[in-house]
Nanobody, 132 residues
């Protein structure tokens, strides 16, 4: 079955960096867009970034543009989120998500409406804490 496993979270000081990984199993990640989301305590979940299948297109929420970079290594069935210049407001549980094989092409492979649409499969999350 489809599984997504996030890793790489931790405690970091403001200005520091972390690289999150989203490892997929039970499906061929090459053929699916992957989204990263986060949820801070007491707040709604928000979209952070999305990466499409080839030709690659990436999307970011405004608050992380210029600081976060999403990438994919299809050979490793893994998507990464490189987070630089972290701020206390980046503190949250970070999740990756993907779509079901039966979903529409635009959703399955592209980042169409990525931050607002329903995603079908989610990982368990990894905690990121930014504090001095």
């Amino acid at each position: 079955q489809v599984q997504l496993v996030e890793s790489g979270g931790g405690l970091v000081q403001p200005g520091g960096s972390l690289r999150l990984s989203c490892a997929g199993s039970g499906f061929t990640l090459d053929y699916y867009a992957i989204g990263w989301f986060r949820q801070a305590p007491g707040k709604q979940r928000e979209g952070v970034s999305c990466i499409s299948t080839s030709p690659i297109n990436t999307q970011y929420v405004d608050s992380v543009k210029g600081r976060f970079t999403i990438s994919r290594d299809n050979a490793k069935n893994t998507v990464y989120l490189q987070m630089n210049n972290l701020k206390p407001e980046d503190t949250a549980v970070y999740y990756c998500a993907t779509m079901a094989p039966t979903s529409a092409f635009a959703n399955r492979r592209r980042c169409t409406d990525w931050s607002t649409r329903q995603w079908d499969y989610w990982g368990q999350g990894t905690q990121v804490a930014v504090s001095s």
